[in-house]
Protein backbone atom coordinates (compact mmCIF):
# COMPACT_ATOMS: atom_id res chain seq x y z
CA UNK A 1 0.00 0.00 0.00
CA UNK A 2 1.36 3.62 -0.96
CA UNK A 3 0.20 6.63 1.42
CA UNK A 4 1.14 10.12 0.12
CA UNK A 5 1.14 12.65 2.65
CA UNK A 6 2.23 16.58 2.41
CA UNK A 7 4.12 16.86 5.79
CA UNK A 8 4.00 20.85 5.52
CA UNK A 9 4.49 22.65 2.72
CA UNK A 10 7.31 21.31 0.65
CA UNK A 11 7.53 18.25 2.78
CA UNK A 12 6.48 15.53 0.94
CA UNK A 13 5.71 11.97 2.43
CA UNK A 14 5.28 8.63 0.75
CA UNK A 15 4.56 5.53 2.97
CA UNK A 16 5.09 1.80 1.33
CA UNK A 17 3.59 -0.08 3.77
CA UNK A 18 5.21 -3.56 3.30
CA UNK A 19 5.73 -6.31 6.23
CA UNK A 20 8.16 -8.73 4.29
CA UNK A 21 10.69 -7.44 5.08
CA UNK A 22 13.35 -7.35 8.42
CA UNK A 23 15.01 -3.87 7.23
CA UNK A 24 13.00 -0.81 6.75
CA UNK A 25 14.48 2.07 4.42
CA UNK A 26 14.28 5.18 5.21
CA UNK A 27 15.18 8.34 2.31
CA UNK A 28 15.62 11.90 3.23
CA UNK A 29 16.11 14.36 0.16
CA UNK A 30 16.32 18.17 0.16
CA UNK A 31 15.80 18.64 -3.95
CA UNK A 32 17.35 21.45 -5.52
CA UNK A 33 17.42 22.63 -8.60
CA UNK A 34 20.57 21.04 -10.43
CA UNK A 35 23.02 24.25 -11.14
CA UNK A 36 26.77 24.68 -11.61
CA UNK A 37 26.98 26.74 -8.79
CA UNK A 38 25.50 24.16 -5.87
CA UNK A 39 26.50 20.87 -7.68
CA UNK A 40 29.51 20.47 -5.59
CA UNK A 41 28.23 21.99 -2.56
CA UNK A 42 24.97 19.71 -2.50
CA UNK A 43 26.80 16.92 -2.95
CA UNK A 44 29.30 17.32 -0.12
CA UNK A 45 27.30 18.10 2.51
CA UNK A 46 25.44 14.77 3.55
CA UNK A 47 29.22 13.40 4.09
CA UNK A 48 30.21 16.32 6.00
CA UNK A 49 27.49 15.95 8.32
CA UNK A 50 28.22 12.35 8.69
CA UNK A 51 31.63 13.25 10.30
CA UNK A 52 29.97 13.96 13.53
CA UNK A 53 26.78 15.80 15.47
CA UNK A 54 27.28 17.18 18.83
CA UNK A 55 26.66 13.71 20.88
CA UNK A 56 28.64 11.71 18.88
CA UNK A 57 31.96 13.80 16.91
CA UNK A 58 33.31 11.59 15.64
CA UNK A 59 33.05 8.40 13.19
CA UNK A 60 34.05 5.78 15.97
CA UNK A 61 31.00 6.76 18.15
CA UNK A 62 28.56 7.36 15.21
CA UNK A 63 29.59 3.66 14.81
CA UNK A 64 28.73 3.04 18.34
CA UNK A 65 25.38 4.77 18.30
CA UNK A 66 24.36 2.84 14.82
CA UNK A 67 25.35 -0.43 16.26
CA UNK A 68 23.76 -0.21 19.48
CA UNK A 69 20.17 0.40 17.24
CA UNK A 70 20.82 -2.88 15.90
CA UNK A 71 22.80 -1.86 13.39
CA UNK A 72 21.26 0.40 11.44
CA UNK A 73 23.19 2.94 8.60
CA UNK A 74 23.09 6.03 7.34
CA UNK A 75 24.58 6.84 4.08
CA UNK A 76 24.84 10.17 2.50
CA UNK A 77 22.49 10.55 -1.16
CA UNK A 78 24.12 12.66 -3.73
CA UNK A 79 21.83 11.60 -6.77
CA UNK A 80 20.53 13.72 -10.29
CA UNK A 81 17.05 13.41 -11.36
CA UNK A 82 16.38 15.54 -14.87
CA UNK A 83 16.69 19.09 -13.80
CA UNK A 84 16.91 18.50 -10.11
CA UNK A 85 19.60 17.35 -7.84
CA UNK A 86 19.07 15.67 -4.34
CA UNK A 87 21.10 15.40 -0.93
CA UNK A 88 20.08 14.28 2.63
CA UNK A 89 20.28 10.58 3.71
CA UNK A 90 19.32 6.88 3.06
CA UNK A 91 18.49 4.95 6.59
CA UNK A 92 18.71 1.12 7.05
CA UNK A 93 17.44 -0.13 10.29
CA UNK A 94 15.64 -3.41 11.54
CA UNK A 95 11.68 -3.39 12.22
CA UNK A 96 10.43 -2.78 15.11
CA UNK A 97 8.77 -6.22 15.12
CA UNK A 98 12.05 -7.55 15.79
CA UNK A 99 13.77 -6.05 18.57
CA UNK A 100 12.83 -6.36 21.89
CA UNK A 101 9.58 -6.03 23.75
CA UNK A 102 8.66 -2.60 23.38
CA UNK A 103 11.25 -0.66 21.99
CA UNK A 104 10.96 1.66 18.62
CA UNK A 105 14.00 0.97 16.29
CA UNK A 106 11.90 3.66 14.14
CA UNK A 107 11.75 6.16 17.07
CA UNK A 108 15.22 6.15 18.07
CA UNK A 109 17.02 5.96 15.01
CA UNK A 110 15.10 9.05 13.59
CA UNK A 111 15.65 10.81 16.71
CA UNK A 112 19.30 10.01 16.02
CA UNK A 113 19.25 10.86 12.21
CA UNK A 114 17.46 14.57 13.82
CA UNK A 115 20.74 14.68 15.19
CA UNK A 116 22.93 13.99 12.56
CA UNK A 117 21.01 16.44 10.15
CA UNK A 118 20.48 19.36 12.35
CA UNK A 119 22.81 19.39 15.67
CA UNK A 120 26.20 19.84 14.18
CA UNK A 121 29.22 21.09 15.53
CA UNK A 122 30.81 23.97 14.42
CA UNK A 123 33.68 26.64 14.65
CA UNK A 124 34.29 30.18 12.83
CA UNK A 125 30.61 30.81 11.67
CA UNK A 126 31.19 27.51 9.76
CA UNK A 127 31.56 23.55 9.77
CA UNK A 128 34.29 22.01 11.37
CA UNK A 129 36.92 22.86 8.97
CA UNK A 130 38.36 19.55 9.63
CA UNK A 131 35.59 17.66 8.26
CA UNK A 132 35.47 19.83 5.10
CA UNK A 133 38.88 19.35 4.30
CA UNK A 134 38.71 15.27 4.37
CA UNK A 135 35.28 15.09 2.73
CA UNK A 136 36.82 17.75 -0.04
CA UNK A 137 39.70 15.46 -0.61
CA UNK A 138 37.27 12.48 -0.76
CA UNK A 139 35.20 14.33 -3.36
CA UNK A 140 37.82 15.33 -5.46
CA UNK A 141 39.09 11.66 -5.06
CA UNK A 142 35.77 10.20 -6.97
CA UNK A 143 35.46 12.81 -9.65
CA UNK A 144 38.93 12.22 -10.49
CA UNK A 145 38.71 8.13 -10.23
CA UNK A 146 36.46 8.55 -13.64
CA UNK A 147 40.23 8.78 -15.60
CA UNK A 148 40.28 5.35 -14.56
CA UNK A 149 36.77 4.04 -16.58
CA UNK A 150 37.46 5.41 -19.66
CA UNK A 151 33.85 4.58 -20.74
CA UNK A 152 32.35 6.51 -17.91
CA UNK A 153 34.85 9.68 -18.73
CA UNK A 154 34.07 9.41 -22.45
CA UNK A 155 30.58 9.47 -21.93
CA UNK A 156 30.19 12.47 -19.15
CA UNK A 157 32.08 14.46 -21.85
CA UNK A 158 29.70 14.37 -24.59
CA UNK A 159 27.07 14.74 -21.89
CA UNK A 160 28.69 18.33 -21.29
CA UNK A 161 28.86 19.04 -25.11
CA UNK A 162 25.72 17.93 -25.70
CA UNK A 163 23.84 19.42 -23.08
CA UNK A 164 26.38 22.70 -22.67
CA UNK A 165 23.26 24.68 -22.37
CA UNK A 166 21.17 22.72 -20.01
CA UNK A 167 21.50 21.67 -16.52
CA UNK A 168 22.04 18.12 -17.47
CA UNK A 169 25.75 19.27 -18.66
CA UNK A 170 26.53 20.37 -14.49
CA UNK A 171 28.49 17.57 -13.43
CA UNK A 172 26.93 16.08 -10.55
CA UNK A 173 29.46 16.22 -7.89
CA UNK A 174 30.96 19.68 -9.59
CA UNK A 175 34.11 20.14 -10.50
CA UNK A 176 37.86 19.18 -9.01
CA UNK A 177 38.07 22.92 -8.93
CA UNK A 178 34.65 23.88 -7.58
CA UNK A 179 35.20 21.54 -4.95
CA UNK A 180 39.04 22.80 -3.73
CA UNK A 181 37.40 26.56 -3.76
CA UNK A 182 34.72 25.75 -0.80
CA UNK A 183 35.16 26.64 2.40
CA UNK A 184 33.47 25.55 5.92
CA UNK A 185 31.59 28.62 6.01
CA UNK A 186 30.49 28.86 2.52
CA UNK A 187 29.51 25.48 2.96
CA UNK A 188 27.29 25.87 6.40
CA UNK A 189 25.68 29.23 4.78
CA UNK A 190 24.63 26.93 2.02
CA UNK A 191 23.08 23.96 4.14
CA UNK A 192 21.13 26.50 6.58
CA UNK A 193 19.55 28.21 3.07
CA UNK A 194 19.06 24.39 1.67
CA UNK A 195 17.16 23.30 4.92
CA UNK A 196 14.93 26.64 4.50
CA UNK A 197 14.58 26.84 1.42
CA UNK A 198 14.49 22.88 -0.50
CA UNK A 199 11.40 20.82 -1.29
CA UNK A 200 12.11 17.44 1.24
CA UNK A 201 11.23 14.25 -0.37
CA UNK A 202 10.90 11.52 2.10
CA UNK A 203 10.43 8.02 0.74
CA UNK A 204 9.92 5.16 3.73
CA UNK A 205 9.59 1.22 3.26
CA UNK A 206 8.49 -1.10 6.16
CA UNK A 207 5.98 -1.96 8.48
CA UNK A 208 5.09 0.94 10.27
CA UNK A 209 1.62 2.74 9.85
CA UNK A 210 1.67 5.59 7.99
CA UNK A 211 0.31 7.63 10.52
CA UNK A 212 2.92 6.92 12.67
CA UNK A 213 5.89 7.37 10.41
CA UNK A 214 4.03 10.71 9.71
CA UNK A 215 4.04 11.60 12.89
CA UNK A 216 7.49 10.93 14.11
CA UNK A 217 8.41 12.95 10.95
CA UNK A 218 6.41 15.17 11.77
CA UNK A 219 8.31 16.06 15.35
CA UNK A 220 11.91 15.39 13.02
CA UNK A 221 11.53 18.30 10.96
CA UNK A 222 9.19 20.35 13.92
CA UNK A 223 11.83 22.83 14.65
CA UNK A 224 12.65 23.99 11.25
CA UNK A 225 12.23 27.59 9.95
CA UNK A 226 11.27 27.14 6.72
CA UNK A 227 10.25 29.45 3.55
CA UNK A 228 9.67 27.10 1.27
CA UNK A 229 10.52 27.90 -2.57
CA UNK A 230 8.51 25.71 -4.90
CA UNK A 231 10.88 23.90 -7.47
CA UNK A 232 10.51 24.47 -11.46
CA UNK A 233 9.14 21.82 -13.55
CA UNK A 234 11.28 19.09 -15.42
CA UNK A 235 11.92 20.88 -18.88
CA UNK A 236 13.11 19.05 -22.39
CA UNK A 237 16.56 19.12 -23.39
CA UNK A 238 18.07 22.78 -23.89
CA UNK A 239 20.14 21.65 -26.94
CA UNK A 240 24.00 22.96 -27.41
CA UNK A 241 24.97 23.15 -31.03
CA UNK A 242 25.59 20.00 -32.98
CA UNK A 243 29.77 18.95 -32.11
CA UNK A 244 31.75 16.09 -33.16
CA UNK A 245 34.30 15.80 -30.96
CA UNK A 246 38.12 13.73 -30.40
CA UNK A 247 40.07 13.80 -27.98
CA UNK A 248 43.62 12.46 -27.49
CA UNK A 249 45.24 10.18 -24.52
CA UNK A 250 47.42 7.30 -23.31
CA UNK A 251 44.82 4.92 -24.07
CA UNK A 252 44.70 1.60 -25.13
CA UNK A 253 41.56 1.30 -26.72
CA UNK A 254 39.29 4.05 -28.35
CA UNK A 255 36.09 5.25 -26.96
CA UNK A 256 33.59 6.56 -29.38
CA UNK A 257 30.33 7.41 -28.37
CA UNK A 258 27.60 8.55 -30.39
CA UNK A 259 24.67 10.60 -28.84
CA UNK A 260 21.15 10.91 -30.00
CA UNK A 261 18.16 13.20 -29.31
CA UNK A 262 14.32 12.68 -29.46
CA UNK A 263 11.39 14.46 -28.22
CA UNK A 264 10.34 11.45 -26.00
CA UNK A 265 11.21 11.30 -22.38
CA UNK A 266 10.19 9.59 -19.13
CA UNK A 267 7.30 12.49 -19.10
CA UNK A 268 5.67 11.36 -22.43
CA UNK A 269 3.30 8.47 -23.21
CA UNK A 270 6.02 6.59 -25.68
CA UNK A 271 8.72 6.55 -22.87
CA UNK A 272 7.98 2.44 -22.08
CA UNK A 273 8.25 2.13 -26.35
CA UNK A 274 11.82 4.37 -26.17
CA UNK A 275 13.33 1.97 -23.58
CA UNK A 276 12.10 -0.96 -25.83
CA UNK A 277 13.93 0.65 -28.94
CA UNK A 278 17.17 0.96 -26.77
CA UNK A 279 16.64 -2.51 -24.90
CA UNK A 280 16.48 -3.55 -28.36
CA UNK A 281 19.69 -2.05 -30.23
CA UNK A 282 21.97 -2.35 -27.13
CA UNK A 283 20.49 -3.32 -24.41
CA UNK A 284 22.23 -6.70 -24.15
CA UNK A 285 23.56 -9.85 -25.54
CA UNK A 286 20.54 -10.16 -27.71
CA UNK A 287 20.80 -6.36 -29.29
CA UNK A 288 21.17 -5.35 -32.29
CA UNK A 289 24.68 -3.79 -31.73
CA UNK A 290 26.20 -6.48 -29.55
CA UNK A 291 25.14 -9.01 -32.14
CA UNK A 292 26.01 -7.36 -35.25
CA UNK A 293 29.04 -5.12 -34.73
CA UNK A 294 30.65 -6.75 -31.80
CA UNK A 295 30.01 -10.43 -32.48
CA UNK A 296 29.20 -10.97 -36.44
CA UNK A 297 31.86 -8.45 -37.57
CA UNK A 298 34.38 -8.16 -34.60
CA UNK A 299 34.73 -4.51 -34.85
CA UNK A 300 34.64 -3.68 -31.25
CA UNK A 301 35.64 -5.13 -27.60
CA UNK A 302 32.12 -3.33 -25.90
CA UNK A 303 28.93 -1.64 -27.06
CA UNK A 304 25.71 -0.68 -25.60
CA UNK A 305 23.15 1.81 -25.63
CA UNK A 306 22.01 4.03 -22.62
CA UNK A 307 18.36 6.07 -22.71
CA UNK A 308 18.37 9.24 -20.41
CA UNK A 309 14.55 9.54 -19.93
CA UNK A 310 14.56 12.69 -18.28
CA UNK A 311 16.02 14.82 -20.86
CA UNK A 312 15.38 12.39 -24.35
CA UNK A 313 18.95 11.56 -25.29
CA UNK A 314 19.86 8.03 -25.86
CA UNK A 315 23.66 7.25 -26.17
CA UNK A 316 25.93 4.17 -27.71
CA UNK A 317 29.06 3.82 -26.21
CA UNK A 318 31.71 1.56 -27.60
CA UNK A 319 34.83 0.15 -27.14
CA UNK A 320 37.76 -0.03 -30.21
CA UNK A 321 40.61 -0.07 -32.30
CA UNK A 322 41.49 3.58 -32.99
CA UNK A 323 41.33 2.60 -36.87
CA UNK A 324 38.25 1.07 -36.39
CA UNK A 325 36.00 4.79 -36.04
CA UNK A 326 34.48 5.56 -38.94
CA UNK A 327 33.12 1.82 -39.58
CA UNK A 328 31.35 1.48 -36.49
CA UNK A 329 29.64 4.83 -36.70
CA UNK A 330 28.39 3.50 -40.00
CA UNK A 331 27.40 0.31 -38.53
CA UNK A 332 25.52 1.94 -35.37
CA UNK A 333 23.71 3.99 -38.08
CA UNK A 334 22.77 1.53 -40.03
CA UNK A 335 21.62 -0.85 -37.47
CA UNK A 336 19.22 2.25 -36.20
CA UNK A 337 18.01 2.51 -39.96
CA UNK A 338 17.01 -1.13 -39.67
CA UNK A 339 14.91 -0.19 -36.91
CA UNK A 340 13.47 2.87 -38.07
CA UNK A 341 12.54 0.37 -41.26
CA UNK A 342 10.91 -1.88 -38.78
CA UNK A 343 13.32 -4.82 -39.61
CA UNK A 344 13.29 -5.79 -36.41
CA UNK A 345 12.53 -9.64 -35.37
CA UNK A 346 9.49 -10.82 -32.85
CA UNK A 347 12.78 -12.29 -30.80
CA UNK A 348 14.87 -9.15 -30.65
CA UNK A 349 11.14 -7.65 -29.66
CA UNK A 350 10.79 -10.21 -26.77
CA UNK A 351 13.68 -10.48 -25.52
CA UNK A 352 13.99 -6.55 -25.10
CA UNK A 353 11.04 -6.89 -23.19
CA UNK A 354 11.86 -9.54 -20.97
CA UNK A 355 14.72 -7.67 -20.02
CA UNK A 356 12.91 -4.74 -19.02
CA UNK A 357 10.23 -6.77 -17.40
CA UNK A 358 12.78 -8.84 -15.36
CA UNK A 359 14.45 -5.91 -13.69
CA UNK A 360 10.73 -4.37 -12.86
CA UNK A 361 9.80 -7.61 -11.40
CA UNK A 362 12.83 -7.29 -9.03
CA UNK A 363 12.07 -4.01 -7.53
CA UNK A 364 9.62 -5.10 -5.12
CA UNK A 365 12.61 -7.34 -3.79
CA UNK A 366 14.03 -4.91 -1.61
CA UNK A 367 13.25 -2.34 0.30
CA UNK A 368 16.40 -0.36 -1.33
CA UNK A 369 14.90 -0.99 -5.14
CA UNK A 370 11.38 -0.21 -4.10
CA UNK A 371 13.14 3.63 -2.64
CA UNK A 372 15.23 4.27 -5.41
CA UNK A 373 12.53 3.24 -8.06
CA UNK A 374 9.83 5.36 -6.33
CA UNK A 375 12.50 8.31 -6.24
CA UNK A 376 13.36 8.19 -9.68
CA UNK A 377 9.68 8.10 -10.65
CA UNK A 378 8.56 10.68 -8.42
CA UNK A 379 11.08 13.19 -8.86
CA UNK A 380 11.95 12.39 -12.87
CA UNK A 381 8.17 13.68 -13.47
CA UNK A 382 6.29 10.59 -14.53
CA UNK A 383 5.17 9.50 -11.24
CA UNK A 384 4.42 5.67 -12.94
CA UNK A 385 3.94 2.73 -10.25
CA UNK A 386 6.13 -0.23 -11.22
CA UNK A 387 2.88 -1.96 -11.85
CA UNK A 388 1.74 0.73 -14.35
CA UNK A 389 4.68 0.75 -15.84
CA UNK A 390 5.15 -3.05 -16.91
CA UNK A 391 1.71 -2.61 -18.58
CA UNK A 392 2.97 -0.41 -20.20
CA UNK A 393 5.87 -2.15 -21.22
CA UNK A 394 3.41 -5.41 -22.86
CA UNK A 395 1.42 -2.98 -24.29
CA UNK A 396 4.23 -2.12 -26.49
CA UNK A 397 3.93 -2.81 -29.88
CA UNK A 398 6.63 -3.15 -33.33
CA UNK A 399 4.79 0.29 -34.89
CA UNK A 400 5.61 1.82 -31.12
CA UNK A 401 9.28 1.08 -31.70
CA UNK A 402 9.31 2.36 -35.30
CA UNK A 403 7.93 5.89 -34.33
CA UNK A 404 10.42 5.94 -31.45
CA UNK A 405 13.28 5.13 -33.69
CA UNK A 406 12.46 7.30 -36.56
CA UNK A 407 12.54 10.54 -33.88
CA UNK A 408 15.59 9.54 -33.08
CA UNK A 409 18.70 12.93 -34.41
CA UNK A 410 21.95 12.20 -34.50
CA UNK A 411 23.56 15.24 -32.35
CA UNK A 412 26.80 14.69 -30.62
CA UNK A 413 29.86 12.60 -31.21
CA UNK A 414 32.81 12.22 -28.79
CA UNK A 415 36.07 9.52 -29.97
CA UNK A 416 38.99 9.15 -27.49
CA UNK A 417 41.60 7.77 -29.03
CA UNK A 418 45.45 7.26 -28.09
CA UNK A 419 48.04 9.63 -28.45
CA UNK A 420 49.71 7.28 -31.55
CA UNK A 421 46.89 6.49 -33.10
Request: proline share 3%.
Amino acid sequence: MITTTEISPGIRLRCYTDCRFKQNALSIQYVRPMCREEAAMNALIPSVLLRGCRSAPDLRRITMRLDELYGASVSPISRRAGDYQTTGFYVSMMDDRFAMEGESVLEKTLSFVGELLFDYPTENGGFLDAFVQGEKVNQIYAIQAELNDKRAYATRQLLKSLCAGDSFGVARMGEPEEVEAITAQALLRHYVTLRRESAIELIYVGSASPERVETLLRRLFAGEVRDYRSLPGQTDLHLAPKNDLTETMEVAQGKLCMGFVTPITNRTADFPAMQMLSAILGGDMTSKLFQNIREKQSLCYSIGSGYYSAKGILLVSAGIDFDKEAHVRQEVLRQLEECCRGQITQAELEAARAALLSALQAVPDSPSAIEGYDSAMALGGSGMTQQAHMAALRAVGLEDVVRCARSLELHTTYFLKGAKA
